[in-house]
């Protein structure tokens, strides 16, 4: 198909004026009753779900995979639900699935279930199955994975070992700051079944975010576990915990509370720095020329050089907020100097720690997670290096392009131009979305792209991150920082990807 057809496909709008209607076929999905909003979202009245979600955890584990989609899809025309679905992909997937030997690869099954709820949830309501179907398929295929390198499944906790009520939180301080996973697992067992979500997260936020290995993965499980257990409900807390424990541990060589690893610096150093803030750093004003300070700091300084960046902006009465879009924009940036892997976990990092940022209420964890994202973008930066050239490019200073068409013909545009010149495409943003501050359509557009084109776990987790981050930017940079994701997005040009098909046959059946 020519490029012109390609475009023209894309083009075509229904009555409603949706310039997503050409991106496929999506027919197949009426067999299904929609995915209404208010059922991704914790009723605060519930104390717990369906007490039967044992047995939809088994069915994602037991079934084949060439027949799962087939069996959930009835199962779901039979009454199951959209939070039943989600809960036993995550519970399935953090007991068949090790966050060893690193917290990524096979794990993306776990971590990528928020991701897809995310897509689903922000997209129109007939579409929001695609995602959740997807994963599906990603958890046979880390199950998979798992079985081939050590057929690792979740072992019961030690219950004789298991704290008090009393005891259970500085057990589980302890354990983790000396790294014993033994002791840190059935820690996080009593917490689980003693305390609240909130007082239980503001730990795994600051462990979640202390040493740089794994490429942001294990900022990322704390986020994503917080946040798809608030849907599924508390009462799936206990496994998911354990866990997200055992991921944090993670390292290599002996154990790091007796040594000084380079994966470990940045959080020793960066403890000094959050004592040197000004009392009152969560006020100040927004300053463009900060965060351009802090992005030309970003580009060429050492983790060090941009932490004491960041503590000098603030101490001047510039805003967090300003920090913020310079951290976003930078690691935005690294995408589009160099799109890749590394990358890509630079933009999925910073919204992981944003999250917590903005989730937590203890100060010194708001310090330090600010601290520790100044370092990792940086990181991210010197990482890169070992896999090929780093061009030259500043969002700061990019030049909008003309746009040829208008409103919903102007979106496909974009992504006919992301699919053969994304540098063209950013340009195109930026004067798409000045005249568009709150552009619906096109994100709206690039979800679609995702479920249509997407073939792997990070097409979900950095386009999940970029536009939820959109709303996030301060509205001065929120164009350059949706600019640079269209490095990673998918484009309307090629064919789609072969789960699409697999999800209609099975929706149809």
């Given at each position: ?282 006020k100040g004003k927004l300053d463009s020329a900060a965060t351009i300070e802090l ?208 999800t209609r046959d099975a929706l149809q059946a």
């Amino acid at each position: 198909m020519s490029e012109l057809n390609s475009r023209r496909q894309f083009l075509q709008t229904a009555a409603v004026g949706s310039a997503l209607t050409g991106l496929g076929d999506f027919g197949f999905l009426s067999h299904l009753r929609p995915v209404q909003a208010e059922e991704a979202k914790l009723d605060p009245n519930v104390v717990r779900l369906d007490p039967g979600i044992e047995p939809v955890v088994r069915l994602l584990e037991d079934t084949p995979r060439e027949k799962l989609l087939e069996q959930v899809a009835a199962r779901i025309r039979a009454g199951l639900t959209y939070k039943e679905v989600l809960a036993a992909l995550l519970l399935a997937g953090v007991r068949n699935v090790e966050p060893r030997p690193d917290v990524g690869h096979k794990f993306h099954a776990v971590l990528v279930v928020n991701s897809a709820h995310l897509a689903s949830l922000s997209s129109p309501e007939e579409h929001r199955w695609l995602p959740i179907f997807w994963a599906l398929d990603q958890f046979k295929e880390s199950q998979a994975a798992d079985e081939r390198e050590r057929h690792w499944t979740m072992a019961p906790v030690v219950e004789s070992k298991v704290p008090t009520a009393d005891k259970a939180r500085q057990a589980f301080i302890d354990a983790m700051e000396n790294w014993d996973e033994a002791a840190a697992d059935v820690a996080i067992a009593g917490l689980a079944r003693t305390a609240e979500i909130n007082d239980v997260f503001e730990l795994f936020y600051r462990f979640g975010a202390r040493d740089f290995r794994d490429i942001g993965h294990k900022a990322i499980f704390v986020a994503n576990s917080r946040r798809t257990l608030e849907v599924i409900g508390w009462q799936h807390a206990e496994p998911v915990l354990r866990s997200l424990a055992y991921a944090l541990q993670k390292h290599e060589g002996g154990n790091p509370f007796k040594g000084d690893a380079a994966a470990d610096q940045p959080w020793k150093r960066n403890r000094e720095l959050a004592a040197q803030f000004r009392p009152d750093w969560l006020k100040g004003k927004l300053d463009s020329a900060a965060t351009i300070e802090l992005l030309a700091t970003l580009r060429e300084g050492s983790d060090q050089d941009c932490c004491k960046k960041v503590v000098d902006l603030l101490n001047a009465g510039i805003s967090p907020q300003s920090i913020w879009d310079g951290l976003m924009v930078g690691a935005g940036e690294l995408v589009v100097r160099q799109p890749g892997i590394v990358a890509l976990h630079a933009v999925t990092s910073s919204n992981a720690l944003r999250y917590g940022f903005d989730a937590t209420s203890n100060e010194d964890t708001k310090r330090m997670l600010l601290l520790q994202n100044a370092a990792f973008v940086p990181l991210f930066r010197m990482a890169m290096s070992s896999r090929g050239a780093i061009k030259e490019a500043r969002m700061d200073t990019l030049e909008p392009a003309a746009l040829e068409h208008n409103g919903g013909e102007a979106v496909g545009e974009i992504f006919a131009n992301v699919s053969n010149d994304r540098m063209l495409a950013a340009r195109k943003i930026l004067t798409y979305v000045k005249e568009h501050p709150q552009p619906k359509e096109l994100i709206d557009a690039a979800r679609l792209l995702v479920f249509l084109k997407g073939t792997n776990a990070h097409d979900y987790k950095f386009s999940s991150a970029v536009l939820e981050d959109f709303g996030h930017v301060s509205p001065a940079w929120r164009d350059r920082y949706l600019a640079s994701s269209v490095f990673n997005l998918r484009g309307s040009i090629g064919p789609d990807n072969q789960l699409v098909k697999r999800t209609r046959d099975a929706l149809q059946a």
